[in-house]
C-alpha cells in the first residue's frame, strides 16, 4: 500500500494542497489548514520552520517580513496559537545531531559563527555526505547555495573532489557560492582557474569603462591585484 503524503508544515495531517512557491519543481504540500496558514502569514512557528528547512526562508510567503529566525509571525493575518510543542528548534536543542542541524543552518537567513562552529564539531566525512545528499533533494537554489556555504566555510580540503564537480558543472548560479568552497577546498591555482576568463573579461571591460563589477567580497583578491577596487555580486 502506498504510504500517505504528509503536509511539509504540520507533518501531521494529510498532505492535500499544492501550493505554488519560487521554484516551478518545488511546490509546498500542504493540508488545507496550513495552507490557509501559509496564504494568510499566520503559520505557527514549527511549521513556519518545516517549510523553511525545505524551501529556504528566502520564499516569498516564508520571507523575514513576515516571520522571525524563530519562526514568530509578525504580520499574521489570523491568530497564531503557539504551544510548547508547537515553537520551531534552537540551535542548542539540535547542535548534536547532524540532520536536524543541518536543517537548522537552511532555515537561517545568513550562514553565522555560531552554526558554523557547531557543524565544526560533527564527523566531516558524514557531514559531507548530508550536505551532498541534500544538493541533490532540492530544486531549491538557495538551499543548495546554503550547502556550498557550508562546504566552503567548514569542509575545506575533504571536499575538494565535490567541489570539482561542481565547477565542472559550470552552473552560472552556483558561480559566486562555488568561489569560495573553491578557494577553501582547492590549491589556489585550480580553484582560480574557472574563473580566469569572467576575470579576464571583467578587467577589459574596466579598462573600456569604469564600470567594473566582482563578486563583493571574491576570495581570489589577493591574488589577481584587485585589493581594493570597487566589487560588487555576479
Ligand atoms: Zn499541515
Redesign the pocket.
Known sequence: MEKTA????????E?NVVEASNEPKQPYH??H???ERLLTYSLRPI?WYNLAVLHSPKQFLLHDDFYGEDGQAFLAEDDVVVTKRGKAPTLQAIRHDLTPLLDFSITRWFLEDDVIDALKQHDQQKLLDAVQSRFDETHHVEVKSRMIEITAGVLGTSAAGWVRELLDQADEEFLYPLSWAAASSLPVDEGLQPYSREIEIRQRKRKADRSFYLPAPFPFSQYIGLDGISLHPF
Open positions: 504528509l503536509c511539509e508544515a504540520c507533518q501531521k495531517n498532505m500542504l493540508c489548514p496550513c495552507h511549521e
